[in-house]
């Protein structure tokens, strides 16, 4: 079997995901077959629905712990401990490794990173090992001394490296990856007619990421505090239960519902604004689409970061309770100037290409 790069993703956070098949996709238009792996289910079903579960209950139940352990982590290397639980898995990973006779390997999940750290240790491989950082902010759990190069949004890497005893050319500011499509050069009167969507409406993008995570109910409740009615575009994802509960709402606006599809660019060219939680390919897509991102209760640490910076380079407006949304929507939806500028920063920070430019750089370390 001719060598071939693995792709190592998780579905936990559906974004890794996205982020796995944009890369796959650069490499195979470079004549490579990249197989991803969703790594902990492939090593055991058990695994994946144990680390899904978990991550989803501290997610929603007990948000304030994760947001502890993720900034805590900054000066106690807690995420360490991922690592020696690791070492149950390595013989596993190891035989999707060699039976695969991969010759380079790509990790777009953090907790997956440690994984495979553990393994290049432990089974000594010398095999070139990057990974993809799919938020914007960079923190010291995604470093590991087996890691061969770093591909970030981050452009604080300079500073980053010192900070961490690290060699600044380990980084590279590429983006986020994210799926090419047609429509990112599509206008949005073009995208709302292959859509079906009113010209003259305003049209509102509500979205929870893959795993539909947001509260469709508490946002859209919220919006009737808007004097004129528009249109809702609510992208559910997988989520299919939150479907019944959003038919339901009592509302003056438009309510579309819509699950998962590989158009959700298409709909975000479409619309004058994305209400979301802020996770990292949601917000690379919304930058690359130019669309006015307002951000609702992003999930604490690595979502609060990613919002940080969007607020600070212009392209986002946050709301901290459901009372500001109705205030917030009406500058970004009616004030031309508002949201101009808010489109303008976007095009200043959208890296489209990111996933060719990850795809570039490896290639160009191979050959070094």
Sequence with gaps: MKPQPLIFSASIGHGHNQAAMALQHELQKQGFQPKIIDTFYAISPVLHSCMLKSYLHLLKKKPLIWQNIYFRAEKVPLYLYLDRFAMLFIRQLHHIVKHSSCSFMISTHPFV???????????????????????????????????????????????????????????????????????????????????????????????????????????????????????????????????????????????NVIEFTDDFLLYLKASDAIFSKAGGLTMAESLACETPIIIYNPVPGHEEQNAEFLINVGAAKKANSTQDIPAILKHVLYENEFSMEMRNSARKWKQPNAANDVVERILSLLEE
Excluded: W
């Design 113 to 255: 990173t440690a994984f495979l750290a553990r393994l290049k240790k432990q089974r000594k491989l010398n095999i070139p090992f990057y990974t993809v950082i799919t938020d914007f902010v960079l923190h010291p759990a995604y470093i590991r001394p087996e890691i061969d190069a770093y591909f970030t949004m981050d452009p604080n890497v300079s500073e980053f490296a010192k900070r961490h005893n690290l060699k600044e050319d380990l980084f590279f500011t590429t983006g986020i990856p994210i799926k090419s499509h047609v429509s990112l050069n599509q206008s949005k009167y073009d995208s709302r007619k292959r859509l079906g969507i009113c010209e003259n409406r305003k049209v509102l993008l509500i979205a929870g990421g893959g795993m539909g995570l947001t509260n469709y109910t508490e946002a859209i409740t919220s919006l009737n505090g808007l004097d004129e009615p528009i249109q809702l575009l609510c992208m559910i994802g997988h989520n299919r239960r939150i479907k019944k509960e959003i038919e339901v709402i009592e509302s003056k606006h438009e309510i």
